[in-house]
């Protein structure tokens, strides 16, 4: 999910922990924990110390994976990209509200509409 709000401290990725072990990233041996204020009340981040690769997946093209650091967290039910993570996927959001998006280089030529997750 882009995510206008969230400015992350870099490109930063934030994952529900049920993703997260399903990727084999939990138990992180090599994080950070925080606590953060949610809607919900007070709840851990678990920001990794690695990087994973991410990238953008469109029919119409192919796409230079990113690096992106994750943050795993029980408080969230789906992925979240920050500022940073979005400039560094190309992502240009057009209409937050429509779910109207491109990429950078097709900015003014295309328009893109969301997509349910798989």
């Not at 930063?12 to 041996?29: F, G, H, N, Q």
């Not at 924990?33 to 690695?50: D, E, F, K, M, Q």
């Amino acid at each position: 999910m882009a995510n206008m709000g969230f400015e992350g401290l870099g490109a930063d990725i934030m994952l529900p922990m049920d993703l997260a072990k399903r990727l084999e990233l939990w138990l992180p041996k090599n994080a950070n924990i925080y606590a953060v204020r949610t809607a919900s009340g007070v709840a851990p981040i678990y920001r990794l110390r690695g990087y994973i690769e991410a990238e953008v997946m469109v029919n119409d093209r192919s796409i230079v994976p990113v690096k992106l650091m994750p943050i795993i967290s029980d408080a969230m039910e789906y992925v979240l990209l920050s500022n940073k993570a979005l400039t560094a996927l190309g992502v240009v959001i057009i209409s937050a509200d429509e779910g109207l998006w491109c990429l950078r280089d097709e900015l003014g030529r295309l328009v893109r509409d969301s997509c349910n997750p798989p």
